[in-house]
């Protein structure tokens, strides 16, 4: 079974950073697509970036546009998530998820919360 440990999350003030890990458990894991959501209490699940596991073309909300940046290492089987100049509307559990051959995964969530 395919697992996705987050980590990374944490307490940070606004204008802060913090950076998100997200390691597959499976070795042999070959992934299509890799990305981040985020949900904030009372909100539904939304989408934050993705990064295509070959090739590494990476997508944005406009939200986080142009602050958050996403990158992979193949050779860890991780992708991570930069959060530079963090506000308080940023404050969710943020989501790994992994795409492959038409199956997505999900992993446990990671609470980020930035104070003002």
């Known amino acids: 079974q395919v697992l996705l440990v987050e980590s990374g999350g944490g307490l940070v003030q606004a204008g802060g950073s913090l950076r998100l890990s997200c390691a597959v458990s499976?070795?042999?894991?070959?992934?299509?697509?890799m990305g981040w959501f985020r949900q904030a209490p009372g909100k539904e699940r939304e989408f934050v970036a993705d990064?295509?596991?070959?090739?590494?073309?990476?997508y944005y909300a406009g939200s986080v546009k142009g602050r958050f940046t996403i990158s992979r290492d193949n050779a860890k089987n991780t992708v991570y998530l930069q959060m530079n100049s963090l506000k308080p509307e940023d404050t969710a559990v943020y989501y790994c998820n992994a795409d492959a051959s038409g199956l997505r995964y999900w992993g446990q969530g990671t609470q980020v919360t930035v104070s003002s």
């Open positions: 499976e070795s042999t894991f070959r992934g299509d697509l």
């Open positions: 990064i295509q596991w070959s090739g590494g073309s990476t």
